[in-house]
């Protein structure tokens, strides 16, 4: 059930650790955001969003932050629980007109009890 | 509400065969889209729908693939002659009011070309 590539990135962290994933985008026209979540053998499910007129943004147990200067966007997750264990991608609408979101290759999130 | 349905869940064919995804995306939603996973390549975009009008197509690796949506509750993904090289897992999401609204995936279909 793995979902993308035998050379993802991985972070391990212990469980109730927070936990920080990267991101960095290409494109300074971008100015949607979203953070996917996915478990093996699933398909993406949404996390948080942000649009770019906004430096964070808070859900429950997650917080994003979108750093404009640098085109960079994180995603961190506190008090990380062993169910928080997947591949998280960071997806990017390209404001050129295509409303369709580019995926990121992805960092997996490995929780140890 | 039951979400971005999906079917087959999974396929196993031979070179040279037809293989059709097919996917019914939520209820009101007027945007659908077609990915494709690999180890490789990761998550692309292979087509997307606006109220059922395909949108951009650019993503179509070649012309074997076909997508349609003949009505807002139904699209089909199919591939003519299928090849080893099609493997993978093929999501269908759906949205309301496009990129940059959030989508919604189903399951996947993981395919498996012989």
């Known amino acids: 059930g793995e979902s993308v590539g035998l050379h993802l990135p991985t972070l391990s962290v212990q469980e109730g650790d927070n936990s920080i994933i990267n991101c960095a985008y290409s494109?300074?026209?971008?100015?949607?955001f979203i953070w996917y979540k996915q478990e093996s053998g699933k398909g993406p499910q949404f996390i948080i969003d942000i649009r770019s007129n906004m430096d964070k943004r808070q859900g429950q147990r997650v917080t994003v932050l979108l750093n404009k200067t640098v085109k960079h966007l994180s995603l961190q997750i506190a008090a990380t629980q062993p169910g928080d264990s997947a591949v998280y991608f960071c997806?990017?609408?390209?404001?050129?007109?295509?409303?369709?979101?580019?995926f990121g290759s992805g960092t997996r999130l490995q929780v140890q009890p | 509400d039951a979400g971005v349905i999906q079917s087959p869940r999974h396929e196993v064919t031979e070179m040279g065969q037809e293989v059709t995804l097919r996917c019914k995306p939520i209820?009101?939603?007027?945007?659908l889209f077609w990915y494709r996973q690999t180890m490789m390549r990761g998550l692309e975009l292979l087509i997307y729908f606006n109220n059922n009008v395909p949108i951009d197509d650019s993503g179509m690796p070649e012309d074997r693939f076909s997508a349609k949506m003949p009505n807002a509750s139904f699209s089909t993904l199919k591939i003519q002659p299928s090849e080893p090289r099609d493997s993978a897992v093929y999501f269908c999401?759906?949205?309301f009011g496009g990129g940059r609204e959030t989508q919604y995936f189903g399951p996947g279909t993981r395919l498996l070309v012989l």
């Open positions: 209820s009101g939603h007027d945007y």
């Open positions: 997806a990017e609408n390209r404001a050129t007109g295509r409303r369709a979101l580019t």
């Open positions: 494109n300074s026209a971008s100015d949607y």
């Open positions: 999401a759906s949205s």
